[in-house]
């Protein structure tokens, strides 16, 4: 599926005729196909952000910068550091670059730092179908109780999205390999329920 696939899918949702292309979303930025447009890279944003194993990386190297500082990549949705790895330092993000609450400094003595799990904002055409299968029913929703606001099309969709995302936490779990003898890669037992990606580091091979 592509992004004007997508927010054709969005203007379906409401009775609007498709577009033929992303520049009409940008030539009338109050038009509906520019409101699906913002939408859906609302939502996209939003569902990353809680963590996918298609767009979790581990172990990530960060190099120091002139100003003694660790600055993130422009597309870090979310880091973490492990207190088994930097017992002394409480390492946070804010903003863009990486705080060290123990000194209350951006400035940190390290020419690197690793980061435990990023999490980054992929590129829509990267993003997996059943993740770009479900960004888009939940857009739809959103967009349509936004602007529509119909109980009928909102029932509708939110049945979809109920759906879709459950495809999706499916072909996420595929793909982690868990097994009854190590259970769970995220070092959760059994029952306690799911949780988006946090990498495999709990994993015993």
């Known amino acids: 599926m592509t992004f004007l696939e997508a927010i ?4 379906s949702v409401i009775g609007e005729a498709p577009v033929s292309s992303l520049s009409d979303t940008e030539s009338n930025t109050i038009s509906d196909a520019a409101l699906a447009s913002r939408t859906l890279r609302e939502v996209d944003r939003d569902v990353q952000a809680e963590g996918w194993q298609f767009n979790t990386d581990s172990a990530v190297v960060l190099q120091r910068d002139s ?5 993130l990549p422009g597309n870090t949705l979310r880091a973490s550091f492990s207190p088994n790895r930097y017992a002394d330092c409480q390492f946070v993000v804010r903003g863009r670059r990486v705080y060290d609450r123990r000194t209350q400094s951006y400035a940190i003595d390290s020419d690197t730092l690793t980061v435990d ?3 980054t904002q992929l590129e829509w055409d990267d993003l997996p179908h059943a993740a770009q299968q479900y960004i888009t029913i939940r857009a739809a929703r959103i967009y349509s109780d936004r602007f529509i606001n119909s109980n009928v099309i909102y029932t509708y969709t939110s049945q979809d999205e109920q759906y879709a995302r459950s495809q999706l936490i499916r072909a996420e779990e595929e793909s982690l390999s868990n097994n009854l003898l190590w259970g769970n890669d ?3 037992g059994q029952g306690i329920g799911y949780i988006p990606a946090a990498g495999q580091m709990y994993r015993s091979n």
């Not at 054709?8 to 203007?11: A, D, E, K, M, P």
């Not at 100003?67 to 600055?71: A, E, H, I, M, V």
Request: glycine letters at 6%; zero cysteines.
């Open 8 to 11: 054709n899918t969005l203007l």
């Open 117 to 119: 799990q990023m999490v």
């Open 186 to 188: 995220r070092g959760m």
């Open 67 to 71: 100003k003694q500082q660790f600055p």
